[in-house]
């Protein structure tokens, strides 16, 4: 069974930071693409970043560009997304999701993040 486990969201001031981890389980993490996606309270889905399996390859939406760092532990099967300088419009729910969070993609519970004063 596939499980992606998300951890690490709370509550942080304008300009803060976080750590968002995704524990990976029942797949072979290091041969898929991973991504991560966030919904905002009355908005759509928006992805957020994704990166290859290897590593090698990254991307990001353009307004977290200089903020966000996605990574992986593929020894520990496991997603990481640090995010610094936060601001008050990165506030959504995170999800961790294999490859780029399509119809066919896992996806894991998610986790709270407020960016609030």
């Known amino acids: 069974e596939v499980q992606l486990v998300e951890s690490g969201g709370g509550l942080v001031q304008p300009g803060g930071s976080l750590r968002l981890s995704c524990a990976a389980s029942g797949f072979t993490f290091g041969s898929y693409d991973m991504s991560w996606v966030r919904q905002a309270p009355g908005k759509g889905p928006e992805w957020v970043s994704a990166?290859?399996?290897?590593?090698?390859?990254?991307y990001y939406l353009d307004s977290v560009k200089g903020r966000f760092t996605i990574s992986r532990d593929n020894a520990k099967n496991t997603l990481y997304l640090q995010m610094n300088s936060l601001k008050p419009e990165d506030t959504a729910v995170y999800y961790c999701?294999?490859?780029?969070?399509?119809?066919?993609?896992?996806w894991g519970q998610g986790t709270q993040v407020t960016v609030s004063s």
């Open positions: 999701t294999t490859g780029r969070a399509g119809p066919d993609d896992y």
């Open positions: 990166i290859n399996s290897g590593g090698g390859s990254i």
